[in-house]
């Protein structure tokens, strides 16, 4: 396998993945709490969903530059 | 705050692990085939001590945002036709709502053993048909050579042919107008088996293809939109009402995110044909795992003699050890398929750079 590295997938590599690392930090940090709030349900849907989008966002991000710079990459013929 | 005093679960690294490897494999399937992926969680968190429901809404919480990362990355490769996923994914929402109706009329009337009844049934059924369609189908492609042949069946022509004044659109998918009308009962279907058995793309992906006369790429890929709009719709509403275990969620979109990428890049590197033989394995070993616990749910409701806490507790184990089975045979199918296809992709590569 070949590695796939240049400095801007690097910087998006750690940008994305550090986001990434920090969300679920908090998430796992501040568990009860959220689960709490969370479990009441009406208004408290938009955490989950915004959660949703975030993760989405940057993991997507991550992942999709991951297997990018391991050199599996969409077929271009 | 004590978390199992509220029905949510603690969380082992055990749990977390196990979480992280079936969104993984769910997601690779789901990148591939447009969906599949996902229905093997909600049996699989049940299992950890979760409750139905919840299970229910933390799978669907992670389902909207892992189609959206594939919509848009199977999309760069053009196998996404957005104005038909949207157009679909409106009637499939309501599908998702009624088919909920259904199930929580089911409920009240024959309890939780009927509920369960009535959903192996309907896997049963529907995965007979459809699985059996879509393999046969893939059979014959097989063994004409592996070609597709991307034009459209005599009902797609019919249903292409049909002009209804004020509905047409253009789908960039089937090359062809299409009015909005006739996307309804799919859409519709598509909900209602999403609701029931947490996979609409069973219905969708193949409606798409015979139906509407869509490539199999192109349906596989344009399902993540429905997917997305049918998840987020039902994530909104499971969050409203409070069920959503953000924690399961979230793990399991961790590792799904890696799975549907893969799946996405698997898509530009085999033969067309080979969704359909996924997603018909998959269906068919599925309907396996179903049929199984069927007697379970029969003897609870006293339909039949009474099954034995052994044979009960083996029953179930067994199917959900074919379930498992089902998905890691289609992310089997895959990888294997990715890996082949970059080799021969390379082989051209590797032979210009060293001619001898």
Redesign the interface.
């Known amino acids: 396998m070949t590695l796939n590295l240049s400095r801007p997938k690097l910087a998006r590599l750690v940008l994305f993945g550090t986001v990434t690392a920090l969300l679920?930090a908090a998430?796992?940090q501040f568990?009860?709490?959220?689960?709490?709030f969370?479990?009441?349900?009406?208004w408290?849907?938009v955490?989950?969903?915004a959660?949703?989008?975030a993760?989405?966002y940057f993991?997507?991000g991550f992942?999709?530059t991951?297997?990018d710079v391991l050199g599996?990459?969409?077929?271009k013929? | 705050?004590d978390?199992t005093a509220?029905n949510?679960i603690d969380l082992n690294l055990t749990n977390i692990v196990f979480l992280l490897f079936v969104g993984f494999v769910g997601g690779l399937v789901s990148g591939f085939i447009g969906s599949g992926g996902a229905f093997v969680l909600t049996p699989a968190m049940m299992s950890m001590g979760v409750p139905g429901i919840v299970a229910v809404a933390s799978n669907m919480?992670?389902k909207?945002?892992?189609a959206?990362?594939g919509a848009?990355?199977r999309h760069?490769?053009g196998q996404v036709d957005v104005k038909l996923g949207l157009i679909l994914g409106v009637s499939a929402e309501v599908g998702v709502l009624y088919g909920a109706h259904i199930m929580e009329d089911i409920k009240k009337t024959w309890g939780d053993a009927g509920s369960n009844l009535y959903v192996s049934a309907i896997f049963v059924v529907v995965l007979a048909l459809v699985g059996g369609w879509v393999l046969l189908d893939a059979w014959k492609i097989h063994r004409s050579g592996g070609e597709e042949n991307d034009e459209p069946t005599r009902l797609a022509r019919w249903m292409q042919s049909l002009r209804i004044p004020g509905t047409m659109f253009y789908s960039d998918a089937a090359k062809a107008e299409i009015s909005w009308l006739v996307t309804i009962p799919i859409g519709i279907s598509t909900g209602l088996l999403a609701a029931t058995i947490a996979v609409g793309g069973f219905i969708g992906v193949p409606a798409m293809m015979y139906v509407l006369g869509v490539p199999s790429l192109m349906a596989s890929g344009t399902e993540l939109v429905i997917a997305f709009v049918m998840g987020?719709g039902g994530?909104?509403k499971y969050?409203?009402?409070?069920?959503?275990?953000?924690?399961l969620?979230?793990i399991i979109?961790?590792g799904s995110?890696?799975g549907i990428?893969?799946g996405?890049?698997g898509t530009?590197?085999v033969k067309p044909y080979l969704v359909k033989v996924v997603m018909g394995t998959i269906m068919i070993v599925v309907l396996f795992s179903r049929a199984l616990v069927i007697p379970v749910y029969l003897s609870k409701l006293g339909w039949i003699a009474a099954l034995s806490e052994t044979t009960i507790a083996v029953l179930k184990d067994t199917s959900l050890v074919v379930m498992v089975l089902a998905l890691l045979i289609g992310a089997g199918i895959i990888l294997r398929a990715?890996y082949s296809?970059?080799r021969a992709?390379r082989q051209?590569e590797l032979t210009e750079a060293d001619p001898v």
Not at chain 1, 72 to 75: E, H, L, M, P, V
Not at chain 2, 239 to 247: H, L, N, P, Q, S
């Open positions: 679920y998430m796992f568990e009860s709490a959220l689960i709490g969370t479990q009441h349900g009406h408290s849907f955490i989950p969903i959660a949703a989008f993760v989405s993991h997507g992942t999709s991951f297997w599996i990459q969409a077929n013929h | 705050m978390i509220i949510f919480c992670h909207f945002p892992k959206l990362v848009i990355k760069k490769y987020l994530s909104i969050a409203w009402g409070g069920f959503v275990d953000i924690r969620a979230m979109l961790a995110l890696f990428q893969l996405a890049i530009t590197y990715v296809g970059m992709s051209p």
